[in-house]
């Protein structure tokens, strides 16, 4: 595929995820019903010899959702004609968008069909909480496909994007007769930029300022104003400082 024409394709995914969300929203394609398949409420565990077997949510102790209500989402395909409003969970453990149909039954929507999902106020599209892409590969990527969540935490040309997974960890009860199983959270960071979504192996100055470009002035504005670039919140901070200031 051309370079031009992956780099206008990575355009419009990116468009959605800039500040002005509202201006996407405005004009929703509403659809009754999305391919999917029967949320089972299981997860499975993998042990000695890739045996698996599985286990329900109720046997781990914690939650796999990011977040545990329900809330209305607008979902994008990779059409523009493909736009879906539901209210859905997103389960970080097994990288699922979760939904409800008329009859109440909780499903699945199937792999492949969401690139986008922009989370927001039920009575107003306007008011955006929470963006994320789904299912990045690529040449948008600068690894191998991520098959995961990816919530976008800012907007302008230079974004931090964060992978917040859910692993299931086991120990032993009390004298070893019973194993227990809870969720714990790997979190991830990537800038992206126009063109391409790179990792942060970690989240600190001398790995932020290789992927954005940066100045002295910027440098100088880094120190005056005590941005810790190992803290979230101060990435956001600095890479707003830096889409203003280019």
């Not at 949320?39 to 977040?67: A, D």
């Not at 395909?77 to 097994?94: D, V, Y």
């Not at 069909?113 to 989370?119: M, N, R, T, W």
């Not at 002035?217 to 120190?223: L, Y």
Request: with cysteine; charged share 25%.
């Amino acid at each position: 595929m051309p370079f031009n024409h992956c780099r206008k394709i990575f355009n419009r995914v990116l468009f959605i995820l800039c500040a002005q969300f509202p201006h996407a929203l405005q004009a929703q394609v509403l659809f009754e019903t999305l391919s999917s398949t029967k949320s089972e409420g299981t997860i499975n565990i993998y042990g000695r010899g890739n045996l698996s077997q599985k286990l329900p949510y109720e046997n781990i102790k914690g939650n796999p959702f990011w977040v545990d209500e329900w809330k209305t989402a607008t979902l994008y395909g990779f059409r523009a004609t493909e736009k879906w409003e539901q209210p859905i969970k997103l389960n970080l453990a097994t990288h699922e968008i979760y939904f409800k149909n008329k009859e109440g039954e909780e499903l699945v929507i199937n792999d492949g069909l969401v690139q986008k999902i922009v989370f927001h106020d039920a009575n107003d599209p306007a008011k955006i909480e929470a963006a994320f892409l789904y299912g990045l590969q690529p040449p948008f990527v600068s690894t191998s496909k991520i098959d995961d969540f990816l919530q976008v935490l800012n907007g302008g040309d230079y974004q931090l994007l964060k992978q917040s997974s859910r692993k299931v960890g086991q120990g032993d009860s009390l004298f070893g007769t019973l194993k227990k199983y809870f969720f714990t959270n790997e979190t991830n960071y990537f800038i992206s930029n126009k063109f391409m979504v790179q990792p942060l192996k970690k989240l600190n100055k001398d790995n932020c300022l290789q992927l954005v470009p940066t100045s002295k002035g910027i440098e100088e504005w880094i120190t005056q104003n005590k941005i810790d670039l190992r803290k979230e919140k101060d990435v956001v901070v600095f890479l707003n400082f830096v889409n203003k200031n280019q």
